[in-house]
């Protein structure tokens, strides 16, 4: 079946150092990938998505690619900022014309100390 | 533009009970999907509705129902509640076509005791 696994969290990182959260998928066919933010006390948000193969996704500095050959679409960020404290969800959309069901993975939270 | 409005925030049930949460999607959006967030399970897809039909299910059982109406809005109804329907719901509003770009409320905060 359709599934998404997350590096466990919590990750806690300095400000200015290099973030990489782990995403990998299982599916059939070809889905779409997402990264989905929530900050505290907010809703989800989308923060980046790719659609096919090698595809890269970016946003407020993150990056993610759609990489095929290793089911994975792990996020980047060069430098990371109090501000980007929040759980981080990698997603994939795995049924053509189903849009709004997401198989989220069990999310990743990143605190950043100053 | 209005986000996504989820109402009641917080609510508080007993065992038994049923419960009726309500989701007002941003002008536009005809889609609305409802997830269940736990700390155990995370992110759960409930249903997804578009243009007052259920488009697609998730694993959850019968207790667990939803409704949209024709300006788009959309309920979803739990019966009969267990302790473990304890959790966030989440509601999300997209447009037609663009698949998994969601746009989620704060959610409605359900405990049973």
């Known amino acids: 079946g359709n599934s998404v696994t997350q590096m466990e969290g919590p990750v806690t990182l300095s400000e200015e150092a290099f973030l990489t959260i782990n995403c990998t998928y299982t599916?059939?066919?070809?889905?779409?990938l997402f990264w989905y933010v929530q900050y505290p006390g907010e809703g989800l948000q989308l923060l980046l998505k790719?659609?096919?193969?090698?595809d890269k996704g970016s946003n407020k500095g993150f990056e993610a690619t759609y990489r095929k050959e290793t089911t994975s679409f792990h996020l980047e960020k060069g430098s990371v900022q109090v501000s980007d404290s929040a759980v981080y969800f990698c997603?994939?959309?795995?049924?053509?014309?189903?849009?709004?069901?997401?198989?989220f993975g069990k999310g990743t939270k990143l605190s950043v100390k100053p | 533009k209005a986000g996504v409005t989820q109402t009641p925030r917080y609510l508080i049930k007993t065992r038994g009970q049923q419960v009726t949460l309500s989701c007002s999607p941003i002008?536009?959006?005809?889609?609305v999907s409802w997830y269940q967030q736990t700390p155990g399970q995370g992110l759960q897809f409930l249903f997804e509705?578009?243009?007052?039909?259920?488009?697609n299910k998730g694993n959850f059982p019968g207790r667990f129902s939803g409704r949209q109406f024709s300006n788009s809005r959309s309920e979803m109804n739990v019966s009969t509640l267990e302790l473990g329907d304890s959790a966030l719901y989440l509601c999300?509003?997209?447009?037609?076509?663009?698949?998994?770009?969601?746009?989620f409320g704060e959610g409605s905060r359900l405990t049973v005791l």
């Open positions: 999300a509003s997209s447009l037609q076509g663009v698949t998994g770009e969601l746009f």
């Open positions: 599916a059939t066919g070809y889905p779409s």
């Open positions: 790719a659609t096919k193969a090698d």
């Open positions: 997603a994939l959309s795995p049924t053509e014309g189903s849009q709004g069901n997401l198989i």
């Open positions: 002008s536009g959006h005809r889609s």
């Open positions: 509705y578009f243009s007052e039909t259920q488009r």
